[in-house]
């Protein structure tokens, strides 16, 4: 078919359009389905001609995708999250959970993340020819724990010579140490930095109850005070 043509087309009989066609082969766009005649056909020449054949379109839907997504926001305690593929006209979907993992199997699947954060998911579905795509942000917070042990043996011999609080989630820390008498007596700002159980350097240990104030400023920027007593022995 040569270049520059000029293509009257109609559908069910009823004329449409006449469209210039400049690729080869001639590619006619539409979205009305039925029975396609094409009744003239005219050159760059002005040389016309009477068509003769017949096609029988079936018009497709083009996809629309969509989904939703709970809990929100979710945290490392429970990092599962649950999509509802919401999407019509689509007969196959790819989901990008946004941290490296995919999933082509399931229409709506659950989803557990491994480490907290803000993550893009994407959904493309398709329909065999069509796709299309849609984004959302979900959130993974973390979580703040603190464990506090209630005593420990500064003997050196390895085991719970050092009393030094364990936790997850923790931005900024202090701690302080009291005796008997309210002395502060030890102070710390690193969490892996904790008391041998000596008030100075060359000082020897003395058992007995310790108090205890520590301040935390977790991930999510709440501030959390925790106090207590320490035995030392």
Sequence with gaps: MAHGL??????NSVFQ???SATNNPAL???NVQGNYTIPTVTDANGCSAIGSGSLMLNILNRPIANFDFYPQP???LNPEITFTNNSIFANSWYWDFGDGFSNVDDYSPLYAYFEEGTYQVSLIVMNGICSD??????IIDPVYTLYVPE???PNNDGLNDIFIPKGQGVTEFAMYIYNRWGEEIFYSIDMNQGWS???????KVMAGYYSYVIYITDK????HTVKGKVLLN
């Design 17 to 19: 359009q006449q469209i």
């Design 151 to 153: 005593a420990f043996t």
């Design 28 to 30: 006619i766009l539409a």
């Design 6 to 11: 000029l293509i009257s087309y109609a559908v």
């Design 74 to 76: 979710a945290d490392m």
């Design 220 to 223: 999510l920027g709440v501030d």
């Design 197 to 203: 159980g000596k008030i100075s350097s060359e000082a």
């Design 133 to 138: 795509t849609i984004q959302h942000t979900l």
